[in-house]
């Protein structure tokens, strides 16, 4: 035997074991950083569309605004070039156009709503309540007025009208605001009547109440709510209708549309703007009305 020392085997190198788990704070913060970016990204997108849409909201109102109070106001500048209330003093004159207009266009939607309660009350209950041979036929012949173009409309019936001795009065501007408007009180009528429960009336009925009694002290309460919002809707409308008066009333009935109309025609810019404020007031406050009237079980039974 020499005396070569034996070969050994090499000594293996330790085993190391890497723990998955250490390798997540490297890809959690790099998760982090992105989801960081993304909420950035998508809380500047929902920044620049709600700073588009306050534009398109509000910066008509203030020009509006801006024109109410500009006394002079001419090219190249950008800005009105004196401030001053005195066009408020013209259109707040009693013995102003504007006053007299505003009157007249309030007593004309109040009239208007008397007329077209008075035939969607019972048209909504019957609509709601019986059962009518064609009732769909029925609810889509209330939206004729507003499924064709208004001022072919119009102009034949300031034809008709004209015939009957109503152009240029009251009466005619009155049944062409309520034509219009019986779009919404008849439907939304229709839905209050309709989301009562029937058991309180068979209620009412059985410990004795008439029919008619019934109605007055059970169903029409209940249903006032939805009445009241529709009375605002067609209120609003009469208030806003241009078209109609303009082809039935004028030149002897002059509402506050008509005076804007002609203020902005005739280039009086201040008192088209504060005539456009006046009527802004009451849609604004009445929305918010109807909001308060108008609930959820009312408006899932219109068009039903």
């Not at 509402?255 to 456009?276: E, K, R």
Request: charged share 10%; glycine share 6%.
């Amino acid at each position: 035997m020499s005396g070569e020392a034996p070969l050994l085997p090499a000594r293996a190198e330790p085993l190391t074991l890497v723990d998955p788990a250490s390798d997540v704070p490297r890809r959690s913060a790099s998760s982090g950083t992105r989801a960081r970016f993304w909420s950035l990204g998508s809380t500047g997108l929902k920044i620049v569309g709600l700073a588009i849409f306050a534009f398109l909201l509000f910066g008509p109102l203030a020009n509006l605004a801006l024109w109410s109070v500009a006394e002079r106001w001419y090219t190249p500048f950008k800005l009105p070039v004196s401030y001053g209330m005195r066009y408020w003093e013209v259109v707040f004159r009693p013995t102003g156009d504007a006053m007299a207009s505003l009157a007249t266009s309030i007593s004309i939607a109040c009239l208007t709503v008397l007329v077209a309660l008075t035939v969607s009350v019972p048209a909504g209950y019957a609509l709601a309540r019986l059962r009518l041979p064609w009732r769909t036929a029925l609810m889509i012949l209330f939206l004729l007025p507003q499924a064709f173009p208004s001022v072919a409309i119009y102009i034949n019936v300031a034809r008709v009208f004209y015939s009957l001795g109503l152009t240029g009065t009251i009466t005619g501007v009155v049944l062409v605001h309520a034509a219009h408007g019986l779009v919404y009180s008849v439907w939304i009528a229709a839905a209050a009547f309709a989301a009562i429960d029937r058991d309180l009336e068979l209620a009412a009925r059985n410990i004795g109440a008439s029919p008619l009694r019934t109605f007055f002290t059970v169903t029409l309460p209940l249903a006032a709510p939805g009445i009241m919002a529709s009375a605002i809707f067609v209120f609003l409308e009469s208030l806003d209708e241009f078209t109609g008066t303009f082809f039935v009333g004028v030149p002897q009935v002059t509402t506050l549309p008509l005076l804007l109309y002609n203020a902005s025609m005739g280039g009086n810019y201040q008192i088209a703007s504060i005539t456009a404020l006046i009527l802004l007031v009451p849609s604004v406050l009445f929305m918010i009305v109807i909001e308060r009237f108008l609930k959820a079980d009312v408006l899932s039974k219109v068009g039903q």
